[in-house]
C-alpha cells in the first residue's frame, strides 16, 4: 500500500485482474445499449438529446480539471453522459444540459471520505423528476426482448466480474425477484406476470451499470448485499404501494445516503479505478 492509500484508506482489490481497466468494457457497453437505443427502439432518447448529455458531462468534467488543476477524467464523465442517455427522457433542450450540470456537479460536490455520496447519473435523474413534470424515465422503453436481456447481462455480468460487484448485482436481482414473486403469490396472480416483470431492459439496466457504481457503494461485501436488498426492498413499497414508477432510482438515492454508516460499522477494501492517484480523480 502507499503513502497515499493509507492516508485516504483508499485500497485496490483484486489487483491482477485490473490490468485492463473495466471502465472501458463498461463504455463500450453503453455504448452498444446506446445505438440499439437509437436505431432500433421506438422510445429511445434522440441523437440530439443523447450528444448534449454526453457533450454536457464531458465539458463538466473539462471545467472541473481546469479550475482544480488536476486531471481530466474524461472516463468517469462520459459514463455518466452514457447512463444518462440510456434512462433519462425529455424533449427539453435545457434539462437535457441540466441533467448534465446536476449529475456531474453531485460528484464534485456531494462527497464524504473521498466517495460519490450518490450515483451521478441517478442523482441527475431524481433531482429532474422531483421539480419538474417534463423529466421521465420510462420502464418499458426496452420492451423484454429476450435477445437485449441476455447482451445487456452478458455485457453487464463480465464488466462487474471484473469490479467485484457481481454478488451486489446478483443480490439486489434476487431480492426482487423474490418480492415480486411473493406479491404476485399473495394476490392470487400467474407467476406469468412477476417473470414478465423481471423481463425489462430498463431493470437490467439499472442494475448492472448504476446501482454497482463502486465509487457510491459500500465498500464491504456483507455491506453491498445489504444495499442491495434494502433498494429491492424500498423500490418494490415506492412502485407497487405509492404506484411511483421510477421507485426504483428513488430508492438508490435513498439508501445511498446510508453509505458512509455502512461503511463505518461494516468497512470494507475500497475498490480502486487502475491508475487512481488520490480521491480527487
Not at 429476450?146 to 452478458?154: R, V
Amino acid at each position: 500500500m502507499s503513502l497515499t492509500q493509507a492516508a485516504t484508506g483508499w485500497t485496490a482489490v483484486n489487483r491482477p485482474l485490473l490490468a485492463f481497466d473495466p471502465r472501458y468494457g463498461q463504455m463500450a457497453a453503453q455504448s452498444t445499449l446506446l445505438l440499439v437505443e437509437l436505431v432500433w427502439l421506438d422510445f429511445g432518447p434522440s441523437p440530439m438529446q443523447a450528444a448534449v448529455l454526453i457533450a454536457g458531462a464531458l465539458l463538466m468534467e473539462t471545467a472541473r480539471a481546469r479550475v482544480s488543476g488536476t486531471a481530466l477524467n474524461w472516463k468517469s464523465a462520459l459514463s455518466t453522459g452514457l447512463s444518462l442517455s440510456l434512462l433519462l427522457r425529455t424533449h427539453n433542450p435545457l434539462l437535457w444540459a441540466g441533467a448534465s450540470v446536476l449529475a456531474m456537479g453531485s460528484k464534485f460536490v456531494l462527497r464524504i471520505n473521498g466517495k460519490h455520496l450518490f450515483n451521478p447519473s441517478a442523482f441527475g435523474i431524481v433531482a429532474l423528476l422531483l421539480v419538474t413534470p417534463e423529466v421521465w424515465v420510462s420502464p418499458g422503453q426496452w420492451g423484454t426482448r429476450l435477445w437485449l436481456l441476455a447482451l445487456a447481462g452478458s455485457m453487464g455480468c463480465l464488466i462487474l466480474s471484473r469490479v467485484a460487484r457481481l454478488d451486489f448485482a446478483c443480490a439486489f436481482l434476487a431480492a426482487h425477484a423474490a418480492l415480486l414473486l411473493f406479491r404476485a403469490w399473495s394476490l392470487g396472480d400467474p407467476m406469468t406476470i412477476p417473470l414478465h416483470q423481471m423481463q425489462s431492459g430498463s431493470l437490467l439496466i439499472f442494475a448492472l451499470f448504476m446501482l454497482t457504481d463502486p465509487r457510491s457503494t459500500p465498500d464491504s461485501r456483507a455491506g453491498r448485499l445489504a444495499f442491495g436488498g434494502a433498494v429491492a426492498l424500498i423500490g418494490h413499497l415506492l412502485l407497487f404501494r405509492y404506484q411511483i414508477r421510477e421507485g426504483l432510482l428513488y430508492a438508490l438515492i435513498l439508501v445511498s445516503s446510508t453509505t458512509p454508516l455502512i461503511d463505518r460499522f461494516c468497512p470494507g477494501p475500497r475498490y480502486v479505478w487502475p491508475g487512481y492517484v488520490g480521491p480527487g480523480k
